[in-house]
């Protein structure tokens, strides 16, 4: 098996990038998930409830971030000292505002009022204790530091869902693997949904434990290219892949590395079961 892919989402449910190598830290890939969109009422705001954000492409070019999308200038965001408290899978989590500019940048993407926060400290916030142990640590990503998919799986998955078209009288479409938003894709595992069984693995030189495996939501059914909603793949999951209530494809990761230490992982590195 080998790492055949690589991605990191500097704001969280925004366009991500594909790259051939990054540095992995002890909560998620450098650059990844360290920024995030609240409303009006300081809630956290997703893709999920307005598509339109995946129009926007963060750059980080350093420590600097800087906004592009279709509808303005592309703005260098500046970060203020005012702090305030978001919640994040159950948990407040402490968060420096990103000023007015990036936020009126925003909200004419998003067509509602938002800001942009910024995770300063990314040692503030603790993966859920059930998964992780005391020192683990995560960014804004959902609940863990890296999501994991399977080329084997996608293809597999894809000829469930040509199946479930067929059957409906529907022209087949096959998704790509960014709908699922995996920081690491492997390629060569022998059968589909081998990595469900996956306890830890090395990529390179670093190890990591896998804590779960990943419930998808309605945020795998848009369209990454017309910001659409559709009913595929939670539909087809739903007949193949569920379980407890939900639908799952990918496993969460968590990487072992020394305190103070991080690693680095490149495409084409060996993939091993621990």
Known sequence: MKLAGIS????????GHEVTEAEVQPWGLAGDRRYLITDERGAVLTARQEPRLLA????????????????????????TAEMST????????????????????????????????????????????????????????????????TTASLARLNDWIAETALELGEEPRALPMRRFRPNVVIDGVAEPFAEDEWKRLRIGEVEFRVTKGCDRCVLTTVDTETYRKG???????????????KVWFGINLIPDLMPGTYGRIAQGDPVVLL
């Not at 926007?56 to 970060?79: F, K, M």
């Open 8 to 15: 990191f989402y500097p704001v969280k449910s925004t366009a």
């Open 56 to 79: 926007c492409v963060p750059v980080l070019d350093g420590g600097a971030l800087t906004l592009t999308g279709p509808h303005a200038e592309p703005l260098t965001v500046v970060p």
């Open 86 to 149: 978001v919640q994040l899978g159950g948990v407040a989590v402490e968060v420096t505002d990103c000023g007015d500019t990036a936020a009126a940048w925003l909200s004419g993407l998003a067509g509602r009022p938002v800001r942009l926060k910024w995770l300063d400290d990314p040692t503030r916030r603790p993966v859920n204790p059930l998964y992780g142990r005391p020192g683990d640590r995560v960014s804004l990503a959902d609940a863990f530091p890296l999501l994991l998919t």
């Open 231 to 245: 009913k595929e793949p939670l539909r087809t999951l739903a007949r193949h892949r569920k379980r407890d209530g």
